[in-house]
């Protein structure tokens, strides 16, 4: 979207500096501002880019603090459960057995999304073949149906001639 942006912008000078051209400026007052809008639009994009990558920053330092506070959490959890439960050990047990499914299932439906999106790709080209061949097959029979009267119709006048003939 913001390219789209940056884009129509270089066209609008481009388009300025093209008229101001035709109105008599010279083409190194052209160029000049043609440079002068791609160096901002560069610096823009550095600046943009930059920006974009202190927030990526922010952002894995935040999840890093945020996934050693969920450890942390954890193990306080355990040790309360500890406290409480008389069948900690089969409880702490099952529970890390399904976080263990949990991080088998995640890749698992990634892949299923994957090969969903696969399918019906491949469903709707298939489709589209099909349509096409369809298509085609219905041109030919026109075309054959064309031709079969082309053809009678010829033998219908050769039929004449040679009765006009005798």
Known sequence: ?????????????????????????????????????????KAKEEEIEKKKLEVKEKVQAQLGRIEEETRRLAIIREELEALSDPMKKEVSTVRKRIDIVNKELKPLGQTCQKKEREYKEALELFNEKHEEKVNLISRLMELVGESEKMRMKKLEELSKSIETIQ
């Open 1 to 41: 979207m913001q390219n789209q942006q940056q884009l129509q912008t270089l066209m609008q000078v481009g388009q300025i500096s093209g008229s101001l051209s035709f109105n008599g400026n010279t083409s190194k007052e052209d160029e000049e501002m043609s440079k002068s809008a791609l160096s901002s639009f």
